[in-house]
């Protein structure tokens, strides 16, 4: 008698509507982008022929997202005059950081008023995903549970973090909790730079520089951060090596 077993089929990811509204920062000074982001923002840096934060957009605008707030900072008349020519079908709010880099936390805590869902969907313009058998921002709507979670992160296998050289960010338990990579130690996920958050992770924080690093580690710690594994390609579109390194495995699929 034959030992083969037919393989389970695999279920299909829940999918529920995205935030309505996203915030995309967009604001950092790309310094390891150099010569690439000496005449323009990171966020315009293309791949493939189209700029990173139309890569983006166009992903919130296919999981259904209405609006997108976007912060600016160094060389902010380019982005904006970007947002104005070229992005469509979806509402932009510009964020105005000329006078002070925020970082991502002062950032967002800056952008909050203009954020009219909570919770809200937060996408880093210079990471690069490609959606697997599901959307992957709706499989984070449908993971979302308001009563349990302040931030759910979509992570990506380290073995599958493609341009990356960093050693992981985060462990993540049974029930999706999320833990830090311990100092000197791999961890085996890498955060996406997609995420929903709730208004209640910015309780007292002000709009100041700091990095969203230290509310995330108040939410671990209240075991109120948690993840969802991104079933699809992604890219960590840091450096000019890598935009060619992208572009050379895009082609290739």
Not at 197 to 203: D, H, P, Q, T
Request: charge should be positive; include cysteine; aromatic fraction near 6%.
């Amino acid at each position: 008698m034959s030992r083969y077993k037919k393989p389970l089929a695999l279920r299909p990811q829940p999918v529920a509507p995205a935030p309505a509204t996203a915030m995309v920062l967009a604001a950092g000074l790309g310094k390891r982008m150099r010569p690439l982001t000496a005449t323009r923002p990171k966020p315009l840096v293309e791949v493939a022929g189209k700029a990173l934060l139309d890569h983006a957009i166009d992903r919130l605008k296919a999981a259904g997202v209405k609006k997108a707030v976007v912060n600016a900072h160094y060389l902010a008349d380019a982005l904006e005059a970007h947002l104005r020519r070229r992005i469509q079908g979806i509402d932009v709010v510009v964020s105005d950081e000329r006078a002070q880099l925020l970082e991502t936390g002062g950032g967002l805590v800056k952008a909050l008023p203009l954020i009219d869902a909570d919770p809200f969907l937060v996408v880093n313009s210079d990471n690069l995903w490609v959606d697997g058998p599901a959307d992957s921002i709706r499989a984070l709507a449908a993971r979302w549970d308001d009563e349990r979670m302040d931030a759910l992160l979509l992570l990506v296998p380290l073995a599958r973090a493609n341009c990356h050289r960093g050693k992981g960010d985060f462990h993540m338990d049974g029930a999706g909790r999320l833990s830090r990579r311990k100092p000197g130690r791999v961890a085996p996920f890498v955060f996406t730079g997609v995420q929903i958050l709730s208004k209640r992770l910015f309780e007292g924080a002000k709009a100041e520089p700091f990095s969203l690093n230290i509310l995330w580690d108040r939410a671990i710690e209240q075991g109120r951060a948690f993840g969802l594994v991104h079933n699809g390609l992604w890219f960590d579109v840091g450096t000019p090596p890598a935009v060619k390194r992208t572009e050379a495995m895009l082609a290739s699929e």
